[in-house]
């Protein structure tokens, strides 16, 4: 190549370039009028929580699209918000709202869009999977992300023989006694799941396969069956255990923690039953998992009506481990403790024992079988 045909072509390639550069990204609004027919179809020019529903299941609707769906689905979610009949016209009416009452679509669909483009579609790029980068999603699955959490923190390489990756795309996950079939994921449950941005996708591809468990046990009870709705509906993380392990669990009750009258010596005798049993739940590798509920004593940092993963106890400083869903990071303001808070980093913390049991509500054990 001549001195001549380098420039001429650097040039060309320098404007290519350029042009893909200024090449506008699609917008929420974009392709709501490019592909609201493929969505409604029933084609009566109104979209449904059914359609949509369909529409996040559909492998086939990727992308921009596929975010355009989450932000309709993350909408009419909102229990906070009344909408008006979802005709595409309507849907751009919200669209160009700023109105403080309405739905932001626009801001649903670039974080989406974000989740959906730098997603690793591996399932365990490190080989085994980490805490470190997991972050609950839009959903209030906390309670089936508790019991992986600490399925993680006491052997990762469970979680790696648990979910296994078939010749077609899908996956086998195998949850008690069950091996669970899963289809490939979606970009759009993808988006509305939990992440772990570069790490991959095996806690997406489990929380699927909790669902549609969901989904089995509601068509046969003749209810609604969205695998998204049922996920976000809650549960328990000790039933969830038993779901994951195939066995059954032992509760723990933290209510004697509030009782005014309790005294000195039978608090003390309680806590020392907790910390026998935390010790033979760690020293047996067993799933354990805790909850708080909705009212009680209020800790900065520590989410109310929420599943923990309690992943260690150190007998030494009587301190147990916790693991958050959400994944946050945290510094107390003050000394840590019920009034500040405790130090956090990616969801992991420890509380005082006779701290924690004042603020959570309860424990959940695996039990292992007899032998």
């Known amino acids: 190549m001549t001195a001549r045909h380098l420039v001429t072509f650097t040039l060309l390639l320098c404007v290519a370039t350029a042009g893909a550069a200024d090449t506008p990204k699609p917008t929420f609004a974009d392709r709501v009028k490019e592909s609201f027919p493929k969505w409604d179809a029933d084609k009566n020019g109104t979209l449904t929580r059914e359609e ?132 490939a994921l979606t970009d759009a449950e993808l988006a509305l799941t939990a992440t772990t941005g570069p790490d991959g996708v095996w806690v997406n591809v489990y929380e699927k396969a909790v669902g549609l468990l969901r989904v089995e046990k509601a068509k046969s009870d003749g209810e609604p069956a969205s695998l998204i709705d049922l996920l976000a509906k809650g549960g328990s993380a000790g039933s969830t255990i038993e779901v994951v392990t195939g066995h059954p669990i032992e509760r723990f009750s933290c209510k004697f923690a509030k009782e005014e009258k309790l005294s000195e010596k039978e608090f003390g005798a309680k806590l020392d039953d907790l910390r026998k049993k935390l010790t033979a739940a760690f020293a047996e590798k067993r799933l354990v998992t805790c909850g708080t509920a909705s009212g009680g004593t209020r800790v900065p940092n520590v989410d109310g009506n929420h599943a923990y993963a309690v992943i260690g106890f150190d007998p030494k400083t009587d301190e147990i481990v916790l ?49």
């Not at 849907?91 to 997603?119: F, Q, V």
């Open 52 to 183: 949509i529903d369909r529409a996040v299941s559909n492998p086939e609707i990727k992308g921009a699209d596929a975010a355009a769906v989450v932000s309709l689905k993350r909408a009419v979610r909102n229990t906070k918000t009344k909408l008006p009949a979802l005709t595409k016209d309507a849907i751009l009416e919200l669209a160009a709202s700023t109105a403080k009452d309405r739905p932001n679509l626009n801001a649903m669909y670039g974080s989406a869009l974000e989740r959906i483009s730098g997603a690793n579609r591996e399932l365990f790029p490190k080989g085994v999977p980490s805490l470190e980068t997991l972050h609950q999603g839009r959903l209030g699955d906390c309670f089936c992300l508790a019991p992986l959490g600490s399925m993680v923190c006491r052997n990762p390489k469970d979680v790696v023989q648990m979910i296994r990756k078939q010749g077609d795309g899908s996956y086998l996950v195998r949850l008690g006694a069950r091996d669970v079939a899963v289809p």
């Open 323 to 371: 693991w958050n869903p959400h994944g946050q990071s945290f510094t107390p303001k003050g000394k840590p403790g019920m009034e500040y808070g405790y130090q956090t980093k990616n969801g992991q913390f420890r509380a005082p024992l006779p701290e924690f049991v004042k603020v959570f509500a309860g424990v959940a054990f695996e039990v292992p079988p007899a032998k």
